[in-house]
Structures are given as structure tokens and as C-alpha cells.
């Protein structure tokens, strides 16, 4: 499953293809989320929510998803979620479906009630902050995967530089090589 939120040309172009059209792709690439054995909870938000469903379908059960949308109207792979959760948490900022609010809510709620392992986030950058946050007030390992325009997906034209921090030192890293998940801390 390909899922695409049309905001480009690119992605304007894909949006347009039909049934049969031919697509050149190169991937995956990077590095993806470390599902080794924990009990996860899966936080996205808005079109960060289709990459966690690979690491839902392989928790078998394992997992809790929190996912934000804007409203109603933009909630996508429900059902899949659904699926591959033990549960599934909803918000959208307008109440349309689910809790009101922000996924953060969700996420700070199950973390203060639940024993995860680990915590996988997507989606923009001030909900990935506030994740991270809040996994670390409670020590639990938080993985970010993040969300950045990609000219070449191997790492040569760095349009996907942005700016990390390992062992105290600033470094810049790129997404689509170096990541697109990084540890949180």
C-alpha cells in the first residue's frame, strides 16, 4: 500500500496515476524502527500514521496506537490499525472523530497508565517533540522516524540535512540515509 497526501507536484503527479500506470521506485531506504520484542506504543499523527502500521502488524497484538488527524474527514487505515492493535486510540483537533485534542493527550494518558517498552513516533515535528518529551520523563526508549523533503533518497544532494545531537555534540545528519529514524535522546 502506497499512501499519499498530494502537496507538491510529486505528489500531485501520484495522486493522478491510475490502475495499470507504471511507477519507477527505489526503496525502502534507510533505516526503519527497531521492533525487537517490547510492548510498543505507536503515536502518529496525520500522515506520519501510515509508516507505523508495518511495525503494528509486526508486534502481533502488541501494540497500542494513538493516532491524530485534523479532523474526521482526514482519518486514513483505521481499520488496519485496528487489526493489528490490542488498541486504538483516536483525537482530532476538531472533535470530528474520536477524542478532541491533540494524539499527545492519548500518548501522555497511556503512558502514565501502561508498561511500554518502547515508543515509535511520525508525524510533524512539535508532535515528535512532545513524544520524545514525554517518554523521557519516564525513562522509556522513543524512537522518531522523520518527516522531510527527499531529493535523492541515497544521502548526495542533502536537501534532507537536518540538524542532530549524539554523544553532546551537534551533527548534521541525513534523513533519507541516516534515518529517517532516529533514537529520540
Same mark, same amino acid.
Not at 507504471?22 to 510492548?39: I, N, Q, T
Not at 544532494?157 to 529517517?180: E, K, S
Given at each position: 500500500?502506497? *499512501?499519499?497526501?498530494?502537496?507538491?507536484?510529486?505528489?500531485?503527479?501520484?495522486?493522478? #496515476?491510475?490502475?495499470?500506470?507504471?511507477? %519507477?521506485?527505489?526503496?525502502?531506504?534507510?533505516?526503519?524502527?527497531?521492533?525487537?520484542?517490547?510492548?510498543? #506504543?505507536?503515536?502518529?499523527?496525520?500522515?506520519?500514521?501510515?509508516?507505523?502500521?508495518?511495525?503494528? $502488524?509486526?508486534?502481533?497484538?502488541?501494540?497500542?496506537? !494513538?493516532?491524530?488527524?485534523?479532523? &474526521?474527514?482526514?482519518?486514513?487505515?483505521? &481499520?488496519?490499525?485496528? @487489526? !493489528?492493535?490490542? !488498541? *486504538? +486510540? #483516536?483525537?482530532?483537533?476538531?472533535?470530528?472523530?474520536?477524542?478532541?485534542?491533540?494524539?499527545?493527550? +492519548?500518548?501522555? @494518558?497511556?503512558?502514565?497508565?501502561? %508498561?511500554?517498552?518502547?515508543?515509535?513516533?511520525?508525524?510533524?515535528?512539535?508532535?515528535?517533540?512532545?513524544?520524545?518529551?514525554?517518554?523521557?520523563?519516564?525513562?522509556?526508549?522513543?524512537?522518531?522516524?522523520?518527516?522531510?523533503?527527499?531529493?535523492? &533518497?541515497?544521502?548526495?544532494? #542533502?536537501?534532507?540535512?537536518? $540538524?542532530?545531537? @549524539?554523544?553532546? $555534540?551537534? @551533527?548534521?545528519?541525513?534523513?533519507?540515509?541516516?534515518?529517517?529514524?532516529?533514537?529520540?535522546?
Amino acid at each position: 500500500t502506497i *499512501v499519499v497526501e498530494a502537496r507538491g507536484a510529486g505528489t500531485r503527479r501520484l495522486t493522478g #496515476l491510475r490502475a495499470g500506470d507504471a511507477v %519507477d521506485l527505489l526503496g525502502p531506504l534507510g533505516r526503519g524502527f527497531d521492533l525487537s520484542g517490547r510492548r510498543l #506504543l505507536l503515536v502518529g499523527g496525520g500522515i506520519g500514521v501510515p509508516p507505523l502500521l508495518f511495525a503494528a $502488524q509486526r508486534a502481533g497484538g502488541g501494540a497500542t496506537a !494513538a493516532l491524530g488527524f485534523r479532523t &474526521g474527514g482526514c482519518v486514513i487505515l483505521l &481499520g488496519e490499525f485496528e @487489526r !493489528a492493535c490490542g !488498541a *486504538v +486510540h #483516536l483525537a482530532t483537533d476538531d472533535g470530528t472523530a474520536g477524542q478532541r485534542g491533540f494524539v499527545t493527550g +492519548h500518548a501522555e @494518558r497511556l503512558l502514565e497508565s501502561g %508498561d511500554y517498552g518502547a515508543v515509535l513516533a511520525c508525524g510533524p515535528k512539535a508532535m515528535l517533540r512532545a513524544v520524545a518529551e514525554l517518554a523521557e520523563r519516564r525513562g522509556i526508549p522513543c524512537q522518531v522516524s522523520l518527516e522531510e523533503r527527499m531529493g535523492c &533518497g541515497v544521502g548526495a544532494c #542533502l536537501v534532507c540535512a537536518c $540538524q542532530t545531537v @549524539r554523544d553532546g $555534540q551537534a @551533527r548534521m545528519r541525513r534523513v533519507c540515509r541516516d534515518g529517517p529514524v532516529f533514537d529520540a535522546s
